[in-house]
């Protein structure tokens, strides 16, 4: 347990900065959604659903940055461009290749690329992970959510 007095001293940087960023985004979302109409959960507005997501995100980030205070201190050490850069460019090719080479094209883009930010996933995995979650992606965003996309270039 942490003492009171040592609060002050002691904090997990990682995770205060974490704690932040999710309090800065749940309240953005909350500022951007202020003029939608709420409804209620029989008759939700426009505004419903981004006021929930946005409350429960600046909540999670109250709790991390509270959890956060009472670990002990550990720095935030150095940041790593290579990673964010390949899910950066996993990311943007997603965008990119989803509305000109369709949905299976994109996702394998998305996850191939973005996999090699870590340097220990196996070649196998990857082409797993492709299939696996494609399919799931297809069955809950175009058959389950009927999102209008085209599944390959043709």
């Known amino acids: 347990m942490v003492n009171r007095s040592e609060l002050g001293r002691n904090g997990n940087q990682p995770d ?85 080479l369709g949905f299976v094209i994109a996702t394998a883009w998305l996850i191939g690329v973005g996999s090699l930010a870590d340097p220990e996933t196996r070649l196998r995995e990857i082409a797993a992970s492709i299939v696996v979650l494609t399919i799931f992606g297809i069955l809950v965003f175009i058959v389950g959510l009927g999102v209008q996309m085209q599944l390959g270039p043709f």
């Open 16 to 100: 205060l900065l974490a704690g932040l960023i999710f309090i800065v985004i749940g309240a953005l979302g909350l500022w951007a959604g202020r003029d939608l109409r709420m409804g209620n959960a029989a008759m939700m507005g426009p505004g419903y659903l981004p006021l929930i997501v946005s409350a429960l995100i600046l909540l999670i980030g109250l709790g991390v940055t509270i959890m956060g205070l009472m670990r002990s201190s550990e720095g935030l050490g150095a940041v790593r461009l290579r990673p964010l850069l390949i899910i950066l460019v996993a990311v943007a090719g997603f965008a990119y290749a989803a509305e000109s």
